[in-house]
């Protein structure tokens, strides 16, 4: 029997190094000095205009691009002052802005605004600057930035054309509403899940129907709608999440809105850490891992955890590796939950099965060899091969079966198999931590598999597929893995042969 295991909560990782921190500077009636007027500063006075700076431009020849803006600014005012910048210039000045040929003219700058505590910003001369420009997307007051640390503008003029074209303008109306709604929803009743509830439900509307006018009518149906679900269980639930096998980049949009309006998630020791990059980051997050032959927390323990934070009023996510569904006590859970009057749901993932398939490129049902699936588990409720196999199925040469949790009785449930008809020779292969870049594939046939699988001794989770639809892959890979070892190459040579 395993050892008793209580939840404990996970520690995020840290943030990954920021060439850049992204910030937006609130600049409405605030004065900014620009220090030349040529193209180039012609088009930081736009920006800061619209942004609502008062902007003194400094310089002894303004460009016509500069003086046809001053004329008609799009926000605050711009102001020529046809001479040179000085020191006293700078006091009390929100930004500095430099549009300076030389260096020494962009030094002279950069240190008397830092003199005077104003960040400072020099056209096209990086190391005299205190912050950058990035590319901008603008429905505003939805406000998207993009930098590349001045390493690759054309990279961030391509992203910015991409959102562009997938943002609709629409969009802008629907963040003022936001923002006219905003105190609203605070001094609501609500309690701050159904707040949070609230906006994902007005992200939803605008996502449907971007181009539309919102009205008032709209903040009355969602408001009405967190209002009646306020009364329900407290407000919380619970949401079963499929996580996939591995690869983030195979969660479902569906399953990443969970992730991203949790409060607390709990999670399986099968799922890939990656996965929580795409969580809300004020979640707490708790291990409740369920692990074979080692210390697992017990299903009544986890079920008892999930009905009480909701009714506590939290928005739970039970996140599971692969399908919830498919050997991940889903059914459990449910009844649970149900029992307790919380509502609860589930997200479908991908599982572990289709991720290992995708990566073989093996079609598990080829119409000419395999006219059926079935999935099973190798680990029954003791720990052992569960008695209750049909093994005439297992042995049916047009079936293609997906073994869950082999490791350890893999050898009995291959002898079983072999027993009842299976050909010796049938392809099998073992998919160690399916879809993630640690993946490792171990081919054979049901008559080997085992002794292979416990040669690797793998520490990752593992799923063996067993069927002639598996041939050629099982075939492809004994093949790489028997091909003699090349002699060394130079550095470079490796270099340009390396896998891409």
Same mark, same amino acid.
């Given at each position: 029997?395993?050892?008793?295991?209580?939840?404990?909560?996970?520690?995020?990782?840290?943030?990954?190094?920021?060439?850049?921190?992204?910030?937006?500077?609130?600049?409405?009636?605030?004065?900014?000095?620009?220090?030349?007027?040529?193209?180039?500063?012609?088009?930081?006075?736009?920006?800061?205009?619209?942004?609502?700076?008062?902007?003194?431009?400094?310089?002894?020849?303004?460009?016509?691009?500069?003086?046809?803006?001053?004329?008609?600014?799009?926000?605050?005012?711009?102001?020529?002052?046809?001479?040179?910048?000085?020191?006293?210039?700078?006091?009390?000045?929100?930004?500095?802005?430099?549009?300076?040929?030389?260096?020494?003219?962009?030094?002279?700058?950069?240190?008397?605004?830092?003199?005077?505590?104003?960040?400072?910003?020099?056209?096209?001369?990086?190391?005299?600057?205190?912050?950058?420009?990035?590319?901008?997307?603008?429905?505003?007051?939805?406000?998207?930035?993009?930098?590349?640390?001045?390493?690759?503008?054309?990279?961030?003029?391509?992203?910015?054309?991409?959102?562009?074209?997938?943002?609709?303008?629409?969009?802008?109306?629907?963040?003022?509403?936001?923002?006219?709604?905003?105190?609203?929803?605070?001094?609501?009743?609500?309690?701050?899940?159904?707040?949070?509830?609230?906006?994902?439900?007005?992200?939803?509307?605008?996502?449907?129907?971007?181009?539309?006018?919102?009205?008032?009518?709209?903040?009355?149906?969602?408001?009405?709608?967190?209002?009646?679900?306020?009364?329900?269980?407290?407000?919380?639930?619970?949401?079963?999440?499929?996580?996939?096998?591995?690869?983030?980049?195979?969660?479902?949009?569906?399953?990443?809105?969970?992730?991203?309006?949790?409060?607390?998630?709990?999670?399986?020791?099968?799922?890939?850490?990656?996965?929580?990059?795409?969580?809300?980051?004020?979640?707490?997050?708790?291990?409740?891992?369920?692990?074979?032959?080692?210390?697992?927390?017990?299903?009544?323990?986890?079920?008892?955890?999930?009905?009480?934070?909701?009714?506590?009023?939290?928005?739970?996510?039970?996140?599971?590796?692969?399908?919830?569904?498919?050997?991940?006590?889903?059914?459990?859970?449910?009844?649970?939950?149900?029992?307790?009057?919380? $509502? @609860?749901? /589930?997200?479908? =993932?991908?599982?572990? #099965? +289709?991720? !290992?398939?995708? %990566?073989?490129? *093996?079609?598990?049902?080829?119409?000419?060899?395999?006219?059926?699936?079935?999935?099973?588990?190798?680990?029954?409720?003791?720990?052992?091969?569960?008695?209750?196999?049909?093994?005439?199925?297992?042995?049916?040469?047009?079936?293609?079966?997906?073994?869950?949790?082999?490791?350890?009785?893999?050898?009995?449930?291959?002898?079983?198999?072999?027993?009842?008809?299976?050909?010796?020779?049938?392809?099998?292969?073992?998919?160690?931590?399916?879809?993630?870049?640690?993946?490792?594939?171990?081919?054979?046939?049901?008559?080997?598999?085992?002794?292979?699988?416990?040669?690797?001794?793998?520490?990752? $989770? @593992?799923? /063996?597929?067993? =069927?002639?639809?598996? #041939? +050629?892959? !099982?075939?492809? %890979?004994?093949? *790489?893995?028997?091909?003699?070892?090349?002699?060394?190459?130079?550095?470079?040579?490796?270099?340009?042969?390396?896998?891409?």
């Amino acid at each position: 029997m395993n050892n008793p295991r209580m939840p404990a909560e996970a520690k995020p990782p840290r943030m990954a190094r920021l060439a850049r921190l992204p910030v937006f500077f609130g600049l409405a009636g605030k004065r900014v000095v620009l220090a030349g007027a040529t193209a180039p500063a012609a088009w930081k006075a736009e920006l800061l205009s619209a942004a609502g700076a008062e902007v003194d431009v400094f310089a002894l020849d303004a460009s016509d691009e500069m003086v046809a803006l001053a004329s008609e600014p799009p926000g605050g005012a711009i102001v020529l002052h046809m001479r040179a910048w000085n020191d006293d210039d700078l006091i009390g000045a929100a930004m500095a802005i430099g549009a300076l040929g030389s260096d020494d003219a962009a030094e002279r700058f950069a240190a008397a605004a830092r003199a005077a505590g104003v960040p400072v910003n020099v056209i096209d001369k990086p190391a005299f600057c205190d912050f950058s420009f990035g590319s901008i997307v603008n429905r505003s007051p939805l406000v998207i930035g993009i930098s590349t640390d001045g390493a690759a503008p054309v990279f961030a003029q391509a992203i910015r054309a991409k959102l562009e074209a997938l943002i609709p303008f629409g969009f802008a109306r629907w963040a003022e509403a936001a923002r006219r709604w905003r105190d609203a929803v605070m001094s609501s009743a609500l309690p701050p899940a159904a707040r949070r509830r609230f906006w994902q439900l007005f992200t939803a509307t605008a996502l449907n129907d971007p181009n539309r006018e919102p009205e008032p009518s709209d903040y009355d149906r969602l408001m009405a709608q967190m209002q009646d679900q306020g009364t329900k269980a407290g407000g919380g639930s619970v949401t079963l999440v499929g996580a996939g096998p591995g690869d983030p980049e195979l969660l479902t949009l569906r399953a990443v809105r969970a992730l991203q309006s949790a409060d607390v998630i709990l999670i399986d020791d099968l799922v890939a850490p990656a996965i929580l990059d795409f969580a809300r980051r004020e979640a707490k997050k708790m291990m409740v891992g369920k692990t074979g032959f080692a210390p697992s927390c017990r299903q009544n323990e986890i079920n008892a955890l999930m009905v009480s934070l909701a009714r506590a009023g939290r928005r739970v996510v039970r996140l599971k590796g692969g399908d919830p569904m498919i050997f991940g006590r889903a059914g459990e859970e449910i009844a649970a939950c149900e029992e307790a009057g919380v $509502p @609860v749901e /589930v997200v479908p =993932g991908i599982s572990a #099965a +289709q991720g !290992a398939a995708s %990566r073989l490129g *093996v079609s598990l049902s080829h119409r000419k060899l395999a006219r059926r699936i079935q999935y099973v588990t190798a680990h029954g409720a003791d720990g052992k091969l569960p008695s209750d196999i049909d093994w005439a199925s297992l042995a049916d040469p047009v079936t293609t079966t997906v073994v869950y949790m082999p490791k350890r009785a893999l050898a009995a449930l291959a002898a079983r198999a072999q027993a009842h008809g299976l050909p010796q020779d049938t392809p099998a292969i073992a998919v160690v931590a399916a879809t993630r870049p640690e993946q490792e594939v171990i081919a054979g046939t049901i008559g080997d598999i085992a002794p292979k699988l416990d040669e690797a001794a793998p520490a990752h $989770p @593992v799923l /063996v597929m067993i =069927g002639r639809a598996l #041939a +050629q892959a !099982a075939q492809r %890979r004994q093949q *790489v893995t028997s091909t003699p070892a090349l002699p060394p190459r130079s550095p470079a040579s490796s270099a340009s042969s390396r896998p891409r």
